[in-house]
Protein backbone atom coordinates (compact mmCIF):
# COMPACT_ATOMS: atom_id res chain seq x y z
CA UNK A 1 0.00 0.00 0.00
CA UNK A 2 1.23 3.67 -0.61
CA UNK A 3 0.41 5.00 2.77
CA UNK A 4 0.89 7.78 3.81
CA UNK A 5 3.98 8.90 6.41
CA UNK A 6 5.52 5.51 4.78
CA UNK A 7 6.28 2.81 2.11
CA UNK A 8 4.45 -0.29 1.06
CA UNK A 9 5.62 -3.20 1.87
CA UNK A 10 3.83 -6.60 1.73
CA UNK A 11 2.23 -9.67 -0.04
CA UNK A 12 0.87 -13.51 1.14
CA UNK A 13 3.82 -14.18 -0.32
CA UNK A 14 6.04 -11.57 0.26
CA UNK A 15 6.56 -7.73 1.18
CA UNK A 16 6.84 -4.16 0.20
CA UNK A 17 6.60 -0.16 -0.76
CA UNK A 18 8.10 1.95 -3.04
CA UNK A 19 8.22 5.58 -5.21
CA UNK A 20 10.16 6.75 -8.91
CA UNK A 21 11.78 9.31 -11.23
CA UNK A 22 11.23 10.95 -14.14
CA UNK A 23 10.35 8.33 -17.55
CA UNK A 24 13.42 7.83 -19.53
CA UNK A 25 14.55 5.62 -22.61
CA UNK A 26 16.58 2.66 -21.03
CA UNK A 27 16.86 -0.65 -21.63
CA UNK A 28 14.19 -3.55 -20.36
CA UNK A 29 16.77 -6.56 -19.39
CA UNK A 30 15.36 -10.44 -19.51
CA UNK A 31 17.73 -13.46 -18.35
CA UNK A 32 17.43 -16.53 -20.10
CA UNK A 33 18.29 -18.74 -17.04
CA UNK A 34 18.84 -21.70 -19.35
CA UNK A 35 22.38 -20.09 -20.88
CA UNK A 36 22.67 -17.13 -19.05
CA UNK A 37 22.11 -15.18 -22.20
CA UNK A 38 21.31 -11.62 -21.90
CA UNK A 39 18.71 -10.26 -24.21
CA UNK A 40 18.08 -6.14 -23.97
CA UNK A 41 14.89 -4.77 -25.35
CA UNK A 42 14.27 -0.68 -25.86
CA UNK A 43 11.52 0.31 -23.12
CA UNK A 44 10.16 3.07 -20.91
CA UNK A 45 12.79 3.43 -17.64
CA UNK A 46 13.07 6.11 -15.58
CA UNK A 47 16.00 8.24 -14.03
CA UNK A 48 15.76 8.82 -9.70
CA UNK A 49 16.84 12.78 -9.49
CA UNK A 50 20.17 12.05 -7.50
CA UNK A 51 22.78 14.22 -7.45
CA UNK A 52 25.42 12.79 -10.43
CA UNK A 53 28.38 13.55 -8.19
CA UNK A 54 27.01 11.08 -6.13
CA UNK A 55 25.89 8.54 -7.98
CA UNK A 56 27.88 5.00 -8.85
CA UNK A 57 29.23 5.43 -12.11
CA UNK A 58 27.32 4.29 -14.93
CA UNK A 59 24.40 3.43 -12.71
CA UNK A 60 22.50 6.33 -13.25
CA UNK A 61 19.90 4.63 -15.26
CA UNK A 62 17.10 3.13 -13.78
CA UNK A 63 16.13 -0.02 -15.59
CA UNK A 64 12.35 -1.83 -16.03
CA UNK A 65 13.33 -5.15 -15.32
CA UNK A 66 11.99 -8.52 -16.12
CA UNK A 67 13.30 -12.11 -14.63
CA UNK A 68 12.85 -15.74 -14.94
CA UNK A 69 13.15 -17.32 -11.22
CA UNK A 70 15.59 -19.86 -10.58
CA UNK A 71 15.96 -22.31 -7.79
CA UNK A 72 17.99 -25.38 -6.53
CA UNK A 73 15.02 -27.40 -5.63
CA UNK A 74 13.72 -30.08 -7.94
CA UNK A 75 9.88 -30.48 -6.06
CA UNK A 76 7.08 -30.28 -8.49
CA UNK A 77 5.42 -27.58 -6.35
CA UNK A 78 8.71 -25.44 -6.36
CA UNK A 79 9.04 -25.88 -9.99
CA UNK A 80 5.85 -24.66 -10.73
CA UNK A 81 6.41 -21.39 -8.39
CA UNK A 82 9.67 -20.85 -10.39
CA UNK A 83 7.99 -20.47 -13.86
CA UNK A 84 6.46 -17.36 -12.64
CA UNK A 85 7.78 -13.96 -14.47
CA UNK A 86 7.20 -10.44 -13.62
CA UNK A 87 8.46 -6.80 -14.90
CA UNK A 88 8.61 -3.64 -13.22
CA UNK A 89 7.68 -0.29 -14.35
CA UNK A 90 7.25 3.40 -13.27
CA UNK A 91 3.92 3.97 -11.54
CA UNK A 92 1.68 4.97 -14.16
CA UNK A 93 -1.39 7.41 -12.90
CA UNK A 94 -3.70 5.33 -14.91
CA UNK A 95 -3.30 2.64 -12.63
CA UNK A 96 -4.60 4.79 -9.99
CA UNK A 97 -7.64 3.40 -8.71
CA UNK A 98 -6.21 0.19 -8.62
CA UNK A 99 -3.66 1.33 -5.93
CA UNK A 100 -6.32 3.04 -3.75
CA UNK A 101 -8.32 -0.40 -3.64
CA UNK A 102 -4.88 -2.09 -2.11
CA UNK A 103 -4.63 0.91 -0.09
CA UNK A 104 -7.89 0.80 1.45
CA UNK A 105 -7.29 -3.20 1.85
CA UNK A 106 -7.48 -3.23 5.67
CA UNK A 107 -5.59 -7.05 5.62
CA UNK A 108 -2.86 -5.71 3.54
CA UNK A 109 -2.75 -2.35 5.81
CA UNK A 110 -2.70 -5.25 9.31
CA UNK A 111 0.36 -6.93 7.32
CA UNK A 112 2.78 -4.29 6.53
CA UNK A 113 1.42 -1.13 7.38
CA UNK A 114 2.81 0.79 10.95
CA UNK A 115 -0.26 3.22 10.66
CA UNK A 116 -3.76 1.65 12.04
CA UNK A 117 -5.84 1.24 9.33
CA UNK A 118 -7.99 4.40 8.12
CA UNK A 119 -9.85 4.45 5.27
CA UNK A 120 -8.23 7.43 2.75
CA UNK A 121 -10.92 9.63 0.52
CA UNK A 122 -9.65 9.19 -3.16
CA UNK A 123 -8.88 12.40 -3.46
CA UNK A 124 -6.50 12.82 -0.60
CA UNK A 125 -4.70 9.68 -2.19
CA UNK A 126 -4.98 10.94 -5.62
CA UNK A 127 -2.90 13.80 -4.66
CA UNK A 128 0.07 11.57 -2.57
CA UNK A 129 0.06 9.02 -5.44
CA UNK A 130 0.62 11.68 -8.50
CA UNK A 131 3.04 13.71 -5.93
CA UNK A 132 5.06 9.94 -5.97
CA UNK A 133 5.29 10.15 -9.67
CA UNK A 134 5.97 13.45 -10.51
CA UNK A 135 8.27 14.48 -7.48
CA UNK A 136 9.40 11.92 -6.26
CA UNK A 137 11.88 11.77 -3.19
CA UNK A 138 15.30 11.65 -4.03
CA UNK A 139 16.73 8.76 -2.06
CA UNK A 140 13.89 6.36 -3.23
CA UNK A 141 12.23 4.78 -6.08
CA UNK A 142 8.55 3.04 -6.90
CA UNK A 143 7.82 -0.12 -8.86
CA UNK A 144 4.56 -1.27 -10.49
CA UNK A 145 4.78 -4.87 -10.32
CA UNK A 146 3.17 -6.53 -13.83
CA UNK A 147 2.52 -10.31 -14.28
CA UNK A 148 4.11 -12.24 -17.54
CA UNK A 149 -0.19 -11.80 -18.49
CA UNK A 150 0.39 -8.20 -18.61
CA UNK A 151 -1.79 -7.54 -15.68
CA UNK A 152 -0.32 -4.66 -13.00
CA UNK A 153 -0.62 -7.02 -9.57
CA UNK A 154 1.45 -5.10 -6.92
CA UNK A 155 4.15 -2.68 -6.29
CA UNK A 156 7.46 -2.67 -5.29
CA UNK A 157 10.19 -0.46 -3.63
CA UNK A 158 13.55 0.72 -2.94
CA UNK A 159 14.46 3.24 -0.05
CA UNK A 160 17.25 4.58 1.83
CA UNK A 161 19.34 4.58 -0.90
CA UNK A 162 22.57 5.90 -0.16
CA UNK A 163 25.16 5.61 -2.61
CA UNK A 164 28.09 6.81 -0.58
CA UNK A 165 27.40 3.72 2.02
CA UNK A 166 26.37 1.24 -0.92
CA UNK A 167 22.98 0.23 1.03
CA UNK A 168 19.13 0.77 0.67
CA UNK A 169 16.20 -1.16 2.08
CA UNK A 170 13.63 -2.95 -0.09
CA UNK A 171 10.13 -4.22 0.07
CA UNK A 172 7.22 -5.66 -2.42
CA UNK A 173 3.66 -5.92 -2.15
CA UNK A 174 1.28 -8.29 -4.31
CA UNK A 175 -1.49 -6.29 -3.80
CA UNK A 176 -4.03 -8.54 -6.42
CA UNK A 177 -4.85 -11.85 -4.69
CA UNK A 178 -5.56 -14.26 -7.40
CA UNK A 179 -1.83 -14.07 -8.21
CA UNK A 180 -1.36 -15.16 -4.29
CA UNK A 181 0.62 -17.75 -3.99
CA UNK A 182 2.01 -18.43 -7.35
CA UNK A 183 5.73 -17.21 -7.38
CA UNK A 184 5.19 -13.97 -8.41
CA UNK A 185 6.63 -12.56 -4.73
CA UNK A 186 9.64 -14.60 -5.71
CA UNK A 187 9.99 -13.46 -8.66
CA UNK A 188 9.75 -9.49 -7.91
CA UNK A 189 12.01 -10.20 -5.36
CA UNK A 190 14.79 -12.11 -7.11
CA UNK A 191 14.04 -9.22 -9.84
CA UNK A 192 14.49 -6.24 -7.21
CA UNK A 193 17.58 -7.30 -5.58
CA UNK A 194 19.17 -7.93 -9.38
CA UNK A 195 18.20 -4.31 -9.66
CA UNK A 196 19.49 -2.95 -5.94
CA UNK A 197 22.75 -5.20 -6.82
CA UNK A 198 23.48 -4.67 -10.25
CA UNK A 199 22.40 -1.41 -11.34
CA UNK A 200 22.65 0.94 -8.09
CA UNK A 201 25.45 -1.31 -6.99
CA UNK A 202 24.28 -1.38 -3.52
CA UNK A 203 26.65 -3.42 -0.92
CA UNK A 204 23.91 -4.16 1.52
CA UNK A 205 20.21 -4.65 1.23
CA UNK A 206 18.14 -4.83 4.01
CA UNK A 207 14.28 -5.46 4.56
CA UNK A 208 12.06 -5.04 7.70
CA UNK A 209 9.70 -7.74 8.26
CA UNK A 210 6.06 -7.95 11.25
CA UNK A 211 7.01 -10.69 13.64
CA UNK A 212 3.28 -11.77 12.82
CA UNK A 213 4.05 -11.22 8.94
CA UNK A 214 4.95 -15.13 8.75
CA UNK A 215 4.75 -15.21 4.40
CA UNK A 216 6.85 -11.97 4.41
CA UNK A 217 9.53 -13.36 6.50
CA UNK A 218 9.90 -16.84 4.80
CA UNK A 219 9.94 -15.46 1.22
CA UNK A 220 13.41 -13.03 2.11
CA UNK A 221 14.62 -15.91 4.44
CA UNK A 222 14.45 -18.27 1.20
CA UNK A 223 16.41 -15.24 -1.26
CA UNK A 224 19.09 -15.32 0.81
CA UNK A 225 18.84 -12.13 3.94
CA UNK A 226 19.58 -12.85 7.17
CA UNK A 227 18.35 -11.65 10.72
CA UNK A 228 20.22 -8.97 12.20
CA UNK A 229 18.17 -7.48 14.78
CA UNK A 230 15.00 -7.15 16.44
CA UNK A 231 13.08 -4.27 17.24
CA UNK A 232 11.38 -5.60 20.39
CA UNK A 233 7.29 -4.82 21.15
CA UNK A 234 7.62 -1.98 17.94
CA UNK A 235 4.19 -2.59 16.94
CA UNK A 236 0.69 -2.51 18.63
CA UNK A 237 -1.87 -4.60 17.04
CA UNK A 238 -4.82 -6.51 18.19
CA UNK A 239 -4.21 -5.60 21.89
CA UNK A 240 -0.74 -6.77 22.15
CA UNK A 241 3.13 -5.50 20.72
CA UNK A 242 4.35 -7.37 18.20
CA UNK A 243 8.18 -7.18 16.95
CA UNK A 244 9.86 -6.06 13.96
CA UNK A 245 13.02 -7.87 12.57
CA UNK A 246 15.23 -6.67 10.68
CA UNK A 247 16.64 -8.51 7.61
CA UNK A 248 19.65 -7.99 4.92
CA UNK A 249 21.59 -9.58 2.37
CA UNK A 250 25.20 -8.66 1.67
CA UNK A 251 27.02 -8.59 -2.34
CA UNK A 252 28.70 -11.35 -1.45
CA UNK A 253 26.35 -13.56 -0.17
CA UNK A 254 23.97 -12.44 -3.20
CA UNK A 255 26.49 -12.92 -5.47
CA UNK A 256 27.10 -16.70 -4.53
CA UNK A 257 23.78 -17.34 -4.41
CA UNK A 258 23.38 -16.42 -7.84
CA UNK A 259 26.55 -18.34 -9.37
CA UNK A 260 25.04 -21.46 -7.51
CA UNK A 261 21.44 -21.03 -9.14
CA UNK A 262 23.17 -20.48 -12.67
Given at each position: ??????R??????????G?????????????????G????????????????????KK?????????????????A???????????????????????????????????????????E???????????M????????????????????????????????????????????RDY????????????L?????????????????????E????????????????????????????????????????R???????
Amino acid sequence: MLKSGERENRDTEGTGRGRIGNIHPATNIKINRENGDTEHRPTLCFVVPYNPEALPKKRDDIMALTIDTATVSTSASQADLDKAQVELKPLHRENLYKHFQWNNDPELNHLDSEIPYRRETLGTFKRRFEQMIYQPAPDSCDFEIYADDGTVIGVAYVVNISTYNRHCTLGITIGDRDYWGKGYGRAALRTLLRYCFDELNMHRVSAESFEYNEAWRKLIVWAGFKKEGTGRDYLFREGRFWDKNIYAILEAEYRSRVAIAA
